[in-house]
């Protein structure tokens, strides 16, 4: 049982939050913007688009990094 919850902590969390933060990223991306609902909280296209990107290349740094790392123990389990 411990070895499957180091997996899941280990490989499959990271994976989950690397990819959801590309799916948030590129939500916020697509949404338009909508001033009127808080008109003191404008944000400028930009600034929303670097903001997003760097979101994304966040997460799919995570995402890479811990694919790697289940190819590498999955390798070595056949080992």
């Known amino acids: ?9 280990g490989i499959y ?3 989950l939050i ?8 590129v939500n916020f991306l697509l ?4 001033p009127a609902a808080n008109p003191l909280f404008s944000v400028d296209p930009l600034a929303s688009a670097g903001c997003g990107g760097i979101v994304i290349l966040v997460g ?10 289940w190819r590498k123990m999955r390798l070595a389990r056949r080992h």
Not at 1 to 9: N, T
Not at 18 to 25: H, R, V, Y
């Open 60 to 69: 799919g740094t995570l995402t890479l990094s811990t694919l790697g790392r």
């Open 13 to 15: 969390a990271p994976l």
């Open 18 to 25: 690397g990819l959801a933060l590309i799916a948030l990223a």
């Open 31 to 34: 949404a338009p913007p909508n």
């Open 1 to 9: 049982m411990r070895e499957r919850v180091r997996e899941f902590l």
